[in-house]
């Protein structure tokens, strides 16, 4: 039955009424931009945007042709409309201001334009990630706004662009999924009040890093593995798809726990993912669902920014796991972590230095 489904539409105005009747309007342009990179993704290698744009963005990462084309997406769509006060991107140094010619709002749009992007060219799920802040006025925004928790965020969400599109939004009223109707040109409402599962069996993480972790994910990793023979007492799954959001997608959609933890591999990197347009996002949603995000020794969305493309360790996920990654952390802190009693790791020294 096509007809009284809800539409994306439908569900923002109903959910923003009140004091963010103006932030609908904003979310039916980023949906616009979506639909936008969602068609050019899908053409794969025959959309001719495939391979680097030979440029690098101010992480030093080499850029996609269609990195550059999505955050162009994004930033066109959106800036026109009066409800934003400045918009900034993975692929801009600094936040992009609103042009003179269109008038000013109080929101901020912070965006992931392609997240996963080296995976487009494996024809692998990527995605776009936003968040939405705001400033007490209208006005053009400074650096310093867009430097606020993640707690403050008024929206969240995130495209994925798989054999479907989905469009998975938080306006704090929950986290819900849309599925992109590639006919009507509609996203349908298809997963109203997501549950994330407080108890999981499966984790993701990319273990090629085992070295350079801290002892407490080594610790949690090394139970996992160890199965019904290990403290666990149960045979754990383990995923890796290298794109931060099918990974989170899949846990919205089963359960499951997701990390990129703090580690040693580059001193000057305190983890892999940024703060203000993967951590903090995506943290709103796995929370607004009834899971935990948390770096490790503090919730994500109460880590106050210090700067625009600052990084942070992520474990998110099913509640019971990431709460068990707190308590390892913290034992480690504290001195306390032992005696652990595993039948294949008794020694207390595997996992302190
Ligand atoms: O930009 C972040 C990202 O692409 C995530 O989507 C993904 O989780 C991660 O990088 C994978 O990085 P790596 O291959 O270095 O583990």
Redesign the pocket.
């Known amino acids: 039955m096509l007809f009284g489904r809800t539409t994306l539409s439908k569900f923002v105005i109903e959910h923003t009424r009140g004091q963010h009747s103006d932030m609908g309007a904003l979310l039916i342009d980023v949906a616009a931009a979506v639909k936008g990179i969602s068609a050019l993704v899908g053409k794969g290698a025959l959309s001719g945007f495939s391979g680097s744009a030979a440029t690098t963005n101010v992480q030093g990462e080499e850029q996609k042709k269609i990195d550059v084309l999505a955050n162009e997406a994004i930033l066109r769509h959106c800036e026109w409309g009066g409800q934003l006060a400045g918009m900034a991107s993975?692929e801009m140094d600094e936040p992009c201001p609103i042009p003179e010619s269109y008038p000013r709002g109080r929101y901020l749009l912070v965006f992931?334009p392609l997240?996963?992007?080296?995976?487009s060219d494996v024809n692998v799920s990527v995605g776009t990630i936003f968040s939405i802040l705001q400033r007490p006025q209208a006005g053009d925004a400074t650096l310093a706004d867009f430097l606020r928790p993640g707690a403050e965020q008024v929206a969240a969400g995130y495209a994925i662009y798989g054999p479907a599109t989905m469009l998975v939004l938080s306006v704090r009223t929950g986290t819900h999924a849309f599925t992109l109707d590639r006919e009507s040109g509609n996203f349908i409402l298809t997963h109203p009040d997501i549950r994330v599962p407080e108890a999981t069996r499966e984790f993701a993480i990319?273990t090629?890093?085992e070295r350079f972790w801290e002892p407490p994910v080594q610790r949690y990793v090394a139970e996992c593995k160890a199965g019904k023979t290990g403290v666990r007492g149960a045979d754990f799954n383990m995923r890796w798809i290298?794109?931060?959001?099918a990974?989170v997608h899949r846990i919205l959609m089963r359960g499951g726990i997701f990390m990129?933890p703090k580690d040693s591999k580059d001193p000057s990197k305190p983890g892999?993912?940024?703060l203000l347009y993967?951590a903090n996002p995506m943290a709103m949603l796995i929370e607004q669902a009834g899971g935990a995000a948390s770096t490790g020794r503090e919730r994500i969305l109460d880590v106050a920014p210090e700067a625009l493309h600052q990084r942070v360790p992520v474990i998110l996920g099913s509640r019971e796991e990431v709460e068990r990654l707190e308590r390892y952390h913290q034992e480690f802190d504290a001195g306390t972590d032992r005696p652990y009693a595993s039948p294949l790791f008794a020694e207390r020294s595997l996992f302190r230095d």
């Not at 997240?115 to 995976?119: K, L, R, V």
């Open positions: 993975e992931d997240d996963g992007s080296s995976n990319n090629s890093n290298a794109s931060m959001v990974e990129y892999r993912l940024r993967e």
